[in-house]
């Protein structure tokens, strides 16, 4: 971990010198979901692979760039495209880009992704508030020794998903007409696609919505003491007893189509933060 922390301090002192502020809050895209920062008035740009121990997206649809700049009057750091586990990095490494913004200051992390609905009421397009996760990956971003300067060794995972950070996207979505589920978000590893007896387990065990990211990210995020909101965006929903295969261009193609909504929502959350803690 001494590595792990080694590193995030260097990629945020590269980053520090280059920005006039320190954002309070990061965001984080996931797959097809870039366009959510139409909002961001960017004042500074940079690529995954200029910043010093940065992991590089080698995904579809993740386009691998941080960007600084503010939304509704608000600090904020935004990834554009995240790392997975299935494409070979480990659990520390795709929670690394955490760690760099933790060591920027950011308190509040909202982080969003493309997930299969679980749910039969649910529909491709939904957004779907992350009240909870369940970590399927058999990875964790904390194994090794603890980082005692990062968090607790056994961090509480009870309120993972902030409660008022719910509240204002609650009211957020009610005011703006905008259909908001919410629900219980299962973490895979991937990249394989779930069988129907997978998706049959995930139902009876609570899960609403089924991806393979944020789980990391979350841990990390709550181990940092940071608040944390998690949106996903509902691009199939999975029928056991009637499947139908999903293909990545189909999912981007929703994902996308529902951008505009998640735009929409996560700019009236910033509105409302208190502007001692997001700066």
């Excluded at 590193?7 to 870039?34: M, N, V, W």
């Excluded at 990211?213 to 995020?221: D, G, K, N, R, W």
């Amino acid at each position: 971990m001494d590595s792990f922390k080694n590193r995030a301090t260097e990629a945020a002192d590269f980053l520090r010198s280059r920005i006039s502020y320190s954002p309070r809050t990061g965001l984080l895209t996931g797959t097809g979901l870039g366009e959510t920062t139409e909002a961001l008035h960017v004042s500074t740009v940079f690529e995954y692979r200029d910043i010093p121990h940065f992991p590089v997206s080698t995904v579809l649809s993740h386009a691998g760039r941080l960007l600084f700049g503010h939304i509704a009057g608000r600090s904020v750091v935004v990834m554009q495209g995240r790392f997975h586990l299935y494409e070979g990095y480990s659990a520390a490494e795709v929670a690394f880009p955490i760690r760099v913004m933790q060591e920027l200051g950011v308190r509040r992390l909202l982080v969003t992704n493309a997930a299969g609905g679980l749910n039969p009421v649910f529909v491709p397009g939904d957004l779907m508030l992350i009240t909870d996760h369940i970590n399927l990956t058999g990875e964790n971003p904390l194994i090794g020794s603890n980082e005692d300067g990062w968090g607790p060794r056994f961090p509480d995972m009870t309120c993972a998903y902030d409660r008022e950070l719910i509240g204002l996207a609650e009211g957020a979505a009610k005011a703006g007409g905008i259909p908001l589920r919410t629900g219980v978000y299962a973490g895979l590893k991937g990249p394989s696609l779930e069988t129907p007896a997978e998706t049959r387990l995930l139902k009876i065990i609570g899960a609403e919505a089924v991806g393979f990211s944020t789980v990391q990210e979350v841990i990390a995020a709550v181990h940092a003491g940071m608040a944390v909101l998690g949106i996903s965006v509902i691009t199939n929903v999975n029928d056991p007893d009637r499947p139908v295969p999903a293909t990545v261009e189909e999912i981007i193609t929703v994902a996308r189509r529902a951008a505009p909504n998640l735009a929409k929502l996560l700019t009236e959350v910033m509105r409302q933060l208190d502007d001692g803690v997001s700066g």
